[in-house]
Each structure stands twice: as structure tokens, then as C-alpha cells.
């Protein structure tokens, strides 16, 4: 089964920044596109930002670009998103994800994704 632990979520300020960590096995991590996503109370989940772990740029939805950075460790498994300038709309359950299928076309959009971590709480405050 494949396991996807997040971390990092917490409480801020509008302003503040936080930095989420995806952490999952070597399988599921090398080239693959993993992806971030996010889902607020009484709304869809949507997608964040996604990257093919094996190079090539990531991708951001419009409400996060300029603000969310992703990046990945390869010595550790591992996923990132840097959020800087949070505002309280970015308020939502942020989940890491995999893709079904193995593309470097690696964009965050929920269909596309099998596996999920258990998902961190992000609060952003005004």
C-alpha cells in the first residue's frame, strides 16, 4: 500500500509562511508526479501545485502562483511546498498525492491522483 505522511501544517497569521513536508518510499517517490492539494470546509478539493520528481517544472494553479513554491529532496523522499504571503482563504486540509500513472505532464488536477497521505491542517488567520 502506498503510504504519503504530510507534516508541517499549523496556525499563522495572514503574512505568515509555513512549509509543508510530503514524505513517501523511494518507489513511489522516483519519477513520479506527486502533487499538492487542498480542501476547505464545505468546498472541492483542488489542486495546488504538482512536479515530476525526475525533472521538469512544477505547476501552480493561479490562486498560488508567486506565493507557493515546491521543491523535493531526493536523498530524502521527500515533497515540499513553501507558502509564503498566506492569506486566509488558503485556509484548508493541504494532502500530498501520486499520480495514477507515472508523466512527466504533471499537473495537480484531482482525477489524475490515486494515492493520498492523511492530509495537514493549514489555518491562516486575519
Known amino acids: 500500500q502506498v503510504q504519503l505522511v504530510e507534516s508541517g501544517g499549523g496556525s499563522v497569521q495572514a503574512g505568515g509562511s509555513l512549509r509543508l513536508s510530503c514524505t513517501t518510499s523511494?518507489?513511489?517517490?522516483?519519477?513520479?508526479?506527486l502533487g499538492w492539494f487542498r480542501q476547505a470546509p464545505g468546498k472541492e478539493r483542488e489542486g495546488v501545485a504538482a512536479?515530476?520528481?525526475?525533472?521538469?517544472?512544477?505547476y501552480y494553479a493561479d490562486a498560488v502562483k508567486g506565493r507557493f513554491t515546491i521543491s523535493q529532496d531526493n536523498s530524502e523522499n521527500t515533497l515540499y511546498l513553501q507558502m509564503d504571503s498566506l492569506k486566509p482563504d488558503d485556509t484548508a486540509m493541504y494532502y500530498c498525492?501520486?499520480?495514477?500513472?507515472?508523466?512527466?505532464?504533471?499537473?495537480?488536477?484531482?482525477?489524475?491522483?490515486?494515492?493520498w497521505g492523511q492530509g495537514t491542517q493549514v489555518n491562516v488567520s486575519s
Open positions: 512536479i515530476y520528481t525526475g525533472g521538469g517544472s512544477p
Open positions: 523511494t518507489y513511489t517517490y522516483n519519477n513520479n508526479c
Open positions: 498525492a501520486a499520480a495514477l500513472f507515472r508523466t512527466r505532464v504533471c499537473i495537480a488536477t484531482v482525477p489524475h491522483f490515486g494515492d
